[in-house]
């Protein structure tokens, strides 16, 4: 099992910047493949980027592709978001996730972080 802790969020205005963390603790960080997801007020969570065990591979979104960057630091057991060029439809609580699928296009994770939100003022 793996547990994991976001930070980072805030509130920004649209076209700026912010990079979210995630922290894992528990089993080997390197076992799962990353995601994260958001989740905006009134609507469903949706997948947003993905990132292999090793952080060769990577998967986004449309709707955040050329925007958002994904990666990962074994070393530190941590995941990262970085988020440019922010939008207000960007406005959500942002979830990192963590499955042992190695399959980056498949949503389904196993375990879930507590969320952290993120504010893009117009």
């Known amino acids: 099992q793996v547990q994991l802790v976001e930070s980072g969020g805030g509130l920004v205005q649209a076209g700026g910047s912010l990079r979210l963390s995630c922290a894992a603790s528990?089993?080997?960080?390197?076992?799962?493949?990353m995601g994260w997801f958001r989740q905006a007020p009134g609507k469903e969570r949706e997948f947003v980027a993905a990132?292999?065990?090793?952080?060769?591979?990577?998967y986004y979104a449309d709707s955040v592709k050329g925007r958002f960057t994904i990666s990962r630091d074994n070393a530190k057991n941590t995941l990262y978001l970085q988020m440019n060029s922010l939008k207000p439809e960007d406005t959500a609580v942002y979830y990192c996730?963590?499955?042992?699928?190695?399959?980056?296009?498949?949503?389904?994770?196993?375990?879930w972080g507590q969320g952290t939100q993120v504010t893009v003022s117009s």
């Open positions: 990132t292999s065990r090793s952080g060769g591979s990577t």
């Open positions: 996730a963590a499955k042992t699928s190695t399959i980056l296009v498949t949503i389904s994770y196993n375990y």
């Open positions: 528990g089993r080997i960080f390197t076992f799962y493949t």
